[in-house]
């Protein structure tokens, strides 16, 4: 059993997603446990790229403990509504996936009952189950080694930028003669 | 002129980029001005969410800045190709977008150019083009009131989880009889 996370200790970490996610969510939790997992089993130096398959608070621990973020484009999220991660090495795509393992849960009945949801969130005893989460650590999680699909190691250029003919703002060229949002994909009424 | 981005000083907030994005990135620097004058610009005390109009760069500014991320669910990116992000209230939907003017920039060649790709990256002048940001501050923005459409406001819930006939794992029951990953959606070869 390893007991910390990342530079962390169990507590540190706690503390430190509650400050950058609002709350001592479980899942971010659970989360960098994960995350610490692949961690060690990528090669020491690796310059690694990672994919989150939920957007639910798995993308936050990857952020806190690695140097992928959203904004730096190391980190993807393709939604697959599992809550599993990858860290690959960011050229050649080998890696390991890390997930939760049913099948390791029967002596943690506080993460089986949040992971399958049979508890309303208000009704959860949320320090219980964060302290499972502490005593599981690696213990409930899947690894296997994988390779990521070329199409997802590719660089997405957004091309040349011109100036949209309806709004005048920046845009990339490749979107048409004028912005996404002038054709219509724009979230404001 | 408003010196300070958020609680730091322009200098510390540059810091504070490189460690959580790993380099000086100038979106994200920049990002930090346009998320410190929206946070501004909202009533204080509003429980805010966030949008980015780019998946670059700006989410990194926003989760540095507001209590907004992407783990949270209270960041969106739609990826409009949009240099813009915006805050609003998280029920009503009202808030305010904020981008950058091409209009103000005839003053600053650095922000044209990095902002239109005017130079190869290796090519650009990075210490320049902080400095002109930091001097730019608020007066190369422009900011307007938005209402958010109603379809974005609402919560996604994931519904019951299953475990996936196939591969075990515990998934949306919604997204069918198997998981999305087995119905050829992973990521991995």
């Not at 007991?3 to 479980?26: A, L, M, N, R």
């Not at 973020?69 to 993807?76: E, R």
């Not at 890390?98 to 949801?117: G, M, P, Q, T, Y």
């Not at 957004?158 to 703002?169: F, K």
Request: hydrophobic share 40%; proline share 5%.
């Amino acid at each position: 059993m390893n007991d910390t996370i990342g530079p962390y200790s169990f507590e540190e970490f706690v503390k430190v997603v509650e400050s950058f996610h609002g709350f001592q969510s479980p899942g971010v939790i659970l989360g960098g446990v994960m995350v610490d997992y692949a961690l060690e089993e990528m090669a020491n130096g690796a310059l690694v790229d990672a994919i989150c398959e939920t957007p639910a608070c798995l993308p936050d621990a990857v952020q806190l403990l690695t140097p992928c973020t959203l904004g730096n484009g190391w980190l993807k999220v393709i939604n697959l509504g599992l809550f599993a991660l990858s860290l690959y090495e960011k050229r050649a795509g080998e890696g390991v996936r890390v997930f939760v393992d049913a099948e390791k849960l029967s002596n943690f009945r506080e993460i089986w009952k949040w992971l399958f949801k049979l508890v309303p969130k208000s009704e959860q005893d949320q320090a219980a189950l964060i302290a499972e989460i502490g005593q599981a650590g690696r213990s409930v999680l899947g690894m296997r080694h994988i390779q990521v699909k070329q199409q997802y190691l590719k660089k997405r250029s957004r091309g040349a930028i011109s100036r949209c003919r309806t709004c005048g703002e920046p845009y990339p060229e490749m979107d048409g003669p004028v912005c996404r949002a002038c054709q219509g994909g724009s979230p404001y009424v």
